[in-house]
């Protein structure tokens, strides 16, 4: 039960992108399109989890024992980067169309603020290798839900008469917004 409730906890009450502001970039850039965004969604919660789990690792089998600790952040980036690599050159290979969809965004999962803040909080808060691997799976799960949400709003608004000034970035970010008040209302912090 525990492990359910952080899971639906790091999906809804404590989404990364919509509750914390993680990641925001690519919640911006990639939404346009619910495909790209789902793509986009699936690479980064891949990267997500198999960095909280090489994460877990690193700091408890080699910074820890070592008195390492002062490096966590170099060797966090180090594994997102690495991971990154091999998502672009797997999508690359696999589906060009969703690569070439995803321009930039992809390799700027290694900078995402929302897969090193994942890293971070997992160690922060004391986690166990379970509890991380599901804190990653939740956050990139919830990357998601944030994602199509905001690509499927902006798909149906194409077909909306929206005044100029809002077309675009505008309109993007006052969903966004309305978007992170709604899920910051089932935190219960309104």
Request: net charge neutral.
């Amino acid at each position: 039960m525990k492990y359910l409730l952080l899971f639906i906890g790091t999906v809804i009450t404590n989404n990364f992108v919509l509750v914390q502001f993680l990641g925001i970039c690519p919640f911006i850039g990639v939404s346009k399109q619910v495909t790209t965004s789902l793509g986009m969604g699936a690479a980064t919660t891949f990267v997500m989890v198999v960095s909280a789990l090489v994460s877990w690792l690193i700091q408890h089998f080699i910074l820890v024992p070592l008195n390492l600790e002062y490096l966590q952040i170099v060797s966090f980036i180090l594994v997102i980067a690495s991971l990154v690599q091999l998502v672009e050159m797997f999508l690359h290979k696999s589906s060009p169309g969703l690569y070439r969809a995803m321009g930039i965004f992809l390799p700027l999962i290694t900078t995402n603020c929302a897969v090193l803040g994942l890293a971070l909080n997992a160690v922060e808060r004391s986690y166990n290798l379970g509890e991380s691997l599901i804190y990653g799976l939740g956050a990139g799960v919830g990357f998601t839900v944030a994602l199509l949400l905001l690509a499927g709003i902006r798909e149906e608004l194409e077909f909306a008469d929206i005044p100029k000034p809002f077309k675009g970035a505008g309109i993007a970010l006052i969903i966004a917004g309305l978007l992170s008040l709604a899920f910051s209302g089932f935190a219960g912090m309104i």
